[in-house]
């Protein structure tokens, strides 16, 4: 089992840049694949990225493709998004996740991870 915290959300200008950070405790970090979720007032969660337990392989929702980086540093227990160019309509609440442990890579689907973050609100503004 692992606890998942989230951090670095704000509020920021378009065009602007947010590192967001999600720190995990308990069983080591590099044990799950991990997703980056985002919910926006009104709308279902949607996937944004995912990353491999190892590292080596990740994958970017099209909305943010080219835009943002999702890295991770199992020495720290740390998944990152990097977010650049940020847009309006990248406002959300964005969470982060992670699969069961038998899973080595990530997932398009909100269903198929197993724990979750609290959520840290990432606001753009014009």
């Known amino acids: 089992q692992v606890q998942l915290v989230e951090s670095g959300g704000g509020l920021v200008q378009a065009g602007g840049s947010l590192r967001l950070a999600c720190a995990a405790s308990?069983?080591?970090?590099?044990?799950?694949?991990v997703g980056w979720f985002r919910q926006a007032p009104g709308k279902e969660r949607l996937f944004v990225s995912t990353?491999?337990?190892?590292?080596?392989?990740?994958y970017y929702a099209d909305s943010v493709k080219g835009r943002f980086t999702i890295s991770r540093d199992n020495a720290k227990n740390t998944v990152y998004l990097q977010m650049n160019s940020l847009k309006l309509e990248d406002t959300a609440v964005y969470y982060c996740a992670a699969r069961a442990r038998t899973y080595s890579s990530g997932s398009y689907y909100r269903n198929e991870y197993a724990y979750w973050g609290q959520g840290t609100q990432v606001t753009v503004s014009s």
């Open positions: 990353i491999s337990r190892s590292g080596s392989s990740t």
């Open positions: 308990g069983r080591t970090f590099s044990t799950y694949a």
